[in-house]
């Protein structure tokens, strides 16, 4: 009866914000605010009687066996940095999850226990692993499992790109230093719908409380327009543009005006459906879409200084972040499987068919070319826009060169999942 009851009023809950997604955004997305820095700890594999597996879910890919040699450039992968992002990875895969990461479709922890203690005792370390002994170790345990689209054939899909940015930033508002980054406000309401229906893992809404109903969260536009309504400011960006975009990347660092550098790591966000500014601008006859460049908007806000928040307020999403030191600058925010990404090493997937944690084997190209681009990944992060068998988001890492790369990245790909040899086919809990 109490679910009946909860039910009825999760659906008037619904139906009052009904203009709230029902997704989290695409970006580096840590699904535990807070959590400690997994990437500091030691690796600790659990004995395999210790550990107990959460309920399968299904995958909705299909795989088929292949030899390492049948890999297209798996010889000529370097395999620089794969050593530490597979030891976080077995850090990742061995840990109790609760929260959020337990309503995600994430590799079989015990299928993994092996492999993960056998990398433990290897004698390998993230900072002297060399190529042909980290190829060996991946040759002997794991096993290569070609992604195949409900049709049985190889899945073949859009590879696009992801970084994390550099802003300028000041810890107080002054000189140009007048574009805020929040931190999420103390009245944001986030309702995990996935702890109480399973099948809805991973959707949330987000509100505020009116009296005694739940309404939508502030717009970008609200916000701005309304100093008792502004959150807390973690920093003051001298540039709106580079402050928007680092809003759609989801997390991104700052070099402050004392010259250190903190990362201002995806919180929350107002739960307002995005909007492109290139489409406002495209729309307002400023400029063609085709040409709506990070570059040329840039460009368009110098020119324009009065309608700068007018464009922004275009997108009634906004984005909260917290703030983390920057103890590795190899390693890249946190994703959704709570592990650091490594640029040119982590790619986000659609875990309905890839599971997070699982290596995987990646065939493309470079943007904007036809030179291969085929290495070893690790599936730890998810996005809004990355649907079906073989999508994937390739993350460059950090900087300028990083943010050019993937904004040319749109290129087609084919996807290996590499998997315990003794385990079977790849498999999510």
């Known amino acids: ?20 997604p029902l997704e989290e955004p695409s970006g580096g997305k840590p699904p535990e ?22 309920p399968p879910r299904a995958l909705a890919g299909k795989f088929a066996q292949a030899s390492w040699s049948s890999l297209p450039g798996w010889q000529d992968d370097n395999l620089e940095h794969v050593w530490k992002g597979f030891l976080n990875n077995c850090k990742g895969l061995m840990r109790p999850v609760s929260g959020s990461l337990a309503m995600q479709a994430r590799a079989t922890p015990r299928a993994w226990q092996p492999v993960c203690a056998a990398a433990a005792q290897s004698g390998l370390s993230a900072e002297s692993a060399a190529g042909p002994r980290v190829r060996q ?46 931190a999420t406000p103390k009245d944001l309401l986030t309702i995990d719908l996935g702890a109480v229906y399973p099948e809805l893992a991973g959707k949330r809404v987000r509100g505020k409380l009116e009296g005694n109903r739940v309404v939508p969260y502030d717009t970008r536009a609200e916000i701005a327009g309304s100093s008792d309504r502004q959150p807390p400011v973690i920093v003051w960006v001298n540039d709106p543009v580079e402050a928007f975009f ?56 110098r020119s324009h200084p ?49 599971p997070l944690g699982a290596p995987l084997f990646l065939s493309t190209t470079y943007p904007g070319s036809g030179q291969p681009l085929r290495r070893l990944m690790l599936a730890q992060d998810t996005g809004a826009a990355i649907k079906g068998a073989g999508r994937t988001d390739f993350y460059w890492g950090f900087g300028d060169e990083a943010g050019a790369q993937a904004g040319r990245m749109k290129q087609q790909g084919e996807t290996w999942v590499l998997w315990p040899r003794q385990a079977g086919a790849p498999s999510a809990r």
């Open 306 to 354: 009065a309608r700068v928040q007018e464009m922004l307020n275009a997108n009634p999403a906004m984005v909260f972040f917290r703030e983390e030191p920057v103890n590795d600058p190899e390693l890249g925010p946190k994703g959704a499987y709570g592990i650091p990404l490594i640029g040119e090493r982590s790619v986000a997937v659609d875990t309905t068919y890839v």
């Open 137 to 182: 170790f991946l040759e002997t345990q794991l096993q290569p499992w070609r992604l195949l689209d409900a049709s049985g054939k190889p899945a073949r899909n859009t590879v696009t790109g992801y970084y994390e940015p550099l802003v300028h930033a000041s810890r107080s508002r002054q000189g140009d230093y007048q574009w805020p980054l929040y």
């Open 33 to 54: 605010t807070g959590a400690p820095d997994i990437a500091a700890r030691p690796l600790v594999v659990p004995s395999l009687q210790s550990m107990r597996d959460t």
């Open 1 to 20: 009866m109490k679910r009946l009851l909860f039910s009825a009023s999760l659906l008037a809950l619904l139906a009052s914000c009904t203009s709230l």
């Open 246 to 301: 680092l809003q759609i990347q989801g997390s991104g660092r700052a070099t402050l005006t004392d010259g250190s550098t903190i990362r201002l790591a995806y919180a929350d966000h107002n739960g307002r459906p995005y909007a492109s500014i290139a489409k406002w601008l495209a729309d307002k006859g400023e400029m063609p879409l085709s040409k709506a460049s990070m570059q040329n908007i840039k460009a368009w806000a």
